[in-house]
């Protein structure tokens, strides 16, 4: 079905509503009133609060945690970049994936935001020009077609076999989808075609052993983090009706959240979701026998949240440190490069920044940020300020 158009602002944001137009306050991107005063060779390129990502679509009522506040809140993030060049910055928010070009991150375009049920939880990734969109909500995985990225269609919220999911991992080399914690924390993780038909797929395999949180994939190999359980498995999915477990091993904080290869996939590094538990990084020449190798922790007390690799830098998504970017070209002992708190607030725990894109080969980097929404920043740093396409 085509998106609606609300209305067309001075600014060209756009917005839809669950079946219906109106029209919508505008709302400017903006630098953040009060910039971190101790960023670390990273610089603010723009900030849109959640205000401006939902732009006027009514937050519903909610039987969430409180985490979720009045404007709502930020979740998981992404980003997608057009056939021809142009960047967008992809944002799940309480109310739906918010979509903002961000070519020229200086001056960003809000494109607009899909809306969803309301959930404390939503994580997107990309196939080709199309978006997948996970979330805890009970309402299916949401499909967008961004051939026309201006224009953004939704296809369907797809619920063939489950109705939610925690996060989501693409295989772009086989056209595979893992859906991580499908149906809650006995769903463990389902597997679609998404290369045969993108705006339908099919259920192609599953696996029940054990919950999965989140995934990383190389080759035919799935890192999966076992949160509830407290390791990290590796499994054999080069057939995908046939998920085989290859070995698993205990993380240090026993509440293995996420994990990401450096780009020879000898090491991987990984974060518990604990207070005061760093990212671990772990040599897997062997990889039966895992020797862990280094530690980072951007200060006590805190936890790095979500991580991704680009060629030999780590970003590390830190709740309330904000972003942090290292230096991993020797794994066995990360460096910090840059660094932009995205919550200057007092308290502690799972507050601030959620997800973190780096776009690759570049120093554009989004965030999403639980109670700031969006945030633009770019290391500035030695061999940075690489802003622009």
């Not at 085509?2 to 219906?20: E, K, P, T």
């Not at 997107?124 to 309402?139: C, D, F, N, Q, W």
């Not at 904000?322 to 725990?349: A, C, F, K, M, W």
Request: glycine content about 12%; some cysteine.
């Amino acid at each position: 079905m085509l998106i609606q158009r609300a209305s067309v602002l001075s600014l060209g944001i756009l917005a839809w509503a669950c079946g219906a137009e109106g029209p919508l306050s505008s709302a400017a991107p903006t630098a953040s009133a009060t910039p971190d005063p101790n960023a670390r060779n990273m610089t603010l390129l723009a900030h849109l609060d959640l205000t401006a990502l939902h732009n006027g679509v009514a937050h519903a009522q909610h039987d969430e945690p409180a985490v979720i506040g009045p404007n709502g809140a930020g979740s998981g993030n992404w980003g997608y970049t057009s056939p021809d060049g142009r960047r967008f910055a992809l944002t799940g928010t309480s109310a739906g994936l918010s979509i903002v070009e961000v070519s020229d991150p200086r001056k960003p375009r809000a494109i607009g935001l899909v809306p969803g049920a309301t959930s404390q939880w939503r994580e997107v990734r990309t196939y080709g020009h199309y978006l997948y969109i996970s979330t805890e909500a009970k309402t299916g995985l949401d499909i967008v077609d961004m051939a026309d990225p201006d224009h953004p269609r939704k296809v369907q919220t797809w619920s063939k076999t489950f109705t939610s999911a925690h996060t989501v991992t693409v295989d772009t080399e086989r056209g595979l989808l893992f859906a991580n914690g499908a149906n809650g924390r006995r769903g463990g993780m389902r597997v679609l075609d998404i290369g045969t038909d993108p705006e339908d797929p099919e259920e192609v395999g599953a696996l029940y052993d054990f919950y999965v949180h989140d995934g990383h994939l190389r080759g035919t190999v799935y890192y999966a983090s076992a949160i509830y359980d407290g390791f990290e498995s590796l499994l054999d999915t080069s057939d995908p009706r046939r998920l085989r477990e290859i070995t698993r091993f205990f993380t240090g904080g026993r509440f293995t959240h996420n994990s990401w290869l450096t780009r020879d996939g000898r090491y991987l590094f990984t974060t518990d979701e604990r207070s005061g538990r760093p990212l671990e990084g772990w040599d897997l020449l062997d990889p039966l026998a895992p020797r862990k190798v280094s530690e980072y922790l951007g200060r006590a007390g805190t936890i790095p949240h979500n991580v991704m690799v680009d060629g030999d830098r780590l970003l590390v998504a830190h709740y309330v440190e904000g972003v942090h970017l290292l230096d991993i070209r020797n794994p066995e002992q990360p460096v910090l490069l840059g660094s932009y708190d995205t919550y200057l607030g007092t308290e502690e725990g799972f507050h601030g920044a959620w997800g973190a894109y780096i776009f690759p080969g570049s120093d554009v980097i989004v965030v999403s940020d639980i109670e700031g929404g969006l945030y633009v920043v770019g290391y500035s740093g030695p061999g940075g300020g690489r802003f622009h396409r």
